[in-house]
């Protein structure tokens, strides 16, 4: 697919930003739009590559996610999961039997040479994503999340799902970003977009490797479009996950208004709920335009109506 100016550019991890990414590819209507998402959370398991976030944003996009969960397939059974279980496997992280396919699939790929990118293409196509769209990893390259907790650094998977984020985060690291750089898919729709927006992804371990790449700061304080981000924390909490306390343990103000914080040097808009319509003072006079809305997605209305106010407000917005 080639790029073509006027384009809409979303950067995303996991559940949170998949929905809106998911809007935002009901709305674009005529206009291209690219996602680009974060891969630090991709691991080994089985001896298959995992790429937790981008599966989210493809099923998602594809109409396949299961709806409970927001990752994995719906309707997937758990046969061969169970079945490796009993040969002594793990089962502490929840791969479906379709799931299975797109890492064995990706995997095999992968050794033959083919680049993340290219396999995440070949994907979108095969599960039917429009060919205005493009699902972007981040970098080809690999990066890995590394949580620095009371009981030593952790993978990413393992201080998320099976330890279920309960440890103390005392710092998170990217290792392998020095050495990595933004897809140049990623660099030239940044470079040709009309609208930026960061999903509310967490901050930190989703939308943060994605800014610490070499090229990104650099691409989006060239780019012409405006950048919005719309906050993953409402009410000082974050909706799913542990963006909440990990942005606390970092010393971050947990609120919209920390969210902007971190954001600030690139931002032109940020979008927060209802429910922090009093931090819109505070935010505005870090130098970006505010929208107060309803963020919270419940159902793909929601998802859709929030992307087209997103887009509203980002239109409006002059870098
Ligand atoms: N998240 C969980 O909390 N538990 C799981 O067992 C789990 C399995 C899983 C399988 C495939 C996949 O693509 C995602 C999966 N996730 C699971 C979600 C995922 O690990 C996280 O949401 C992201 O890494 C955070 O962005």
């Known amino acids: 697919m080639e790029i073509k100016s006027g384009s809409?550019?979303?950067?995303?991890?996991?559940?949170?930003?998949?929905?809106?990414a998911h809007g935002l590819y009901a709305q674009a209507n005529d206009r291209d739009l690219t996602v680009i998402v974060n891969t630090a959370d991709d691991f080994e398991l089985h001896g298959l590559h995992i790429s937790p976030d981008?599966?989210?944003?493809?099923?998602?996009?594809?109409?396949?996610?299961?709806?409970?969960t927001g990752w994995g397939i719906a309707g997937d059974t758990f046969a061969t999961m169970s079945a490796l279980a009993r040969l002594g496997g793990a089962d502490w992280f929840r791969l479906g039997d379709q799931d299975f396919a797109t890492h064995i699939r990706r995997t095999q790929r992968l050794r033959e040479g083919a680049t993340l990118g290219e396999v995440t293409a070949e994907f979108s196509r095969a599960l039917g994503v429009l060919d205005t769209t493009a699902i972007v990893p981040m970098t080809d390259d690999p990066v890995a999340t590394l949580v620095e907790t009371d009981d030593g650094l952790l993978d990413f998977q393992s201080y998320f799902v099976r330890r279920q984020h309960a440890d103390r985060v005392l710092s998170v690291r990217f290792?392998?970003?020095?050495a990595a750089t933004l897809a140049p898919r990623a660099k030239q729709a940044l470079t040709a977009a009309s609208v930026i927006v960061l999903c509310p992804s967490n901050p930190i371990v989703s939308i943060g490797p994605i800014l610490a790449l070499s090229g990104t700061t650099d691409a989006l304080s060239s780019a012409n479009a405006?950048?919005?981000?719309v906050s993953p924390i409402i009410g000082g909490q974050a909706l799913k996950g542990p963006a909440d306390h990990m942005l606390a343990s970092l010393g971050h103000h947990v609120s919209a208004l920390g969210v902007a914080t971190i954001y600030r040097h690139f931002l032109s808009g940020m979008v927060i709920d209802d429910a922090d319509a009093h931090l819109a003072r505070p935010i505005g006079r870090l130098g970006m335009s505010v929208?107060?809305?309803?963020?919270?997605m419940r159902s793909e209305l929601d998802?859709?109506?929030?992307?087209t106010e997103v887009l509203e407000f980002a239109g409006a917005l002059r870098r």
């Open 8 to 20: 809409v550019v979303a950067m995303a991890g996991g559940v949170g930003g998949a929905k809106l």
């Open 54 to 68: 981008l599966d989210t944003v493809l099923y998602t996009l594809a109409g396949v996610a299961n709806p409970e």
């Open 175 to 178: 290792s392998g970003i020095e």
């Open 226 to 229: 405006p950048i919005v981000a």
């Open 291 to 296: 929208l107060v809305t309803d963020t919270i």
């Open 303 to 307: 998802r859709r109506r929030l992307a």
